[in-house]
Nanobody, 126 residues
């Protein structure tokens, strides 16, 4: 059983930065690929970023590329999403996801991930 808990969301102004955290309760964190997705009101869930078990390579959606950095600390069983230069368009519930390393499926597809957190809300005002 894998449990994921996101934290770090909140209300910020455009241009501000936030760091989201995803704490994983899992026996072998390094056995999992990790990702962040987000879902804005009235929109479908979309891919944000993903990272391999080793921390590299990383993958980013075009909409956030250059403004966000995903990382992981396997010793702490935690994945991170550093977000800079936030825009109102970034407002969404951000979800952490995990999949077993070696699993098939595209990293940018939500259906590729077996485990999900409950989400943390990020609100960016103009």
């Amino acid at each position: 059983q894998v449990q994921l808990v996101e934290s770090g969301g909140g209300l910020v102004q455009a241009g501000d930065s936030l760091r989201l955290s995803c704490a994983a309760s899992v026996r072998s964190f390094s056995s999992y690929g990790m990702a962040w997705f987000r879902q804005a009101p009235g929109k479908e869930r979309e891919f944000v970023a993903a990272v391999s078990w080793s921390g590299r390579p990383t993958y980013y959606a075009d909409s956030v590329k250059g403004r966000v950095t995903m990382s992981r600390d396997n010793d702490k069983n935690t994945a991170y999403l550093q977000m800079n230069s936030l825009k109102p368009q970034d407002t969404a519930v951000y979800y952490c996801a995990a999949t077993r390393t070696g699993s098939s499926g595209r990293y940018s597809y939500a259906t590729s991930y077996e485990y999900w957190g409950q989400g943390t809300l990020v609100t960016v005002s103009s």
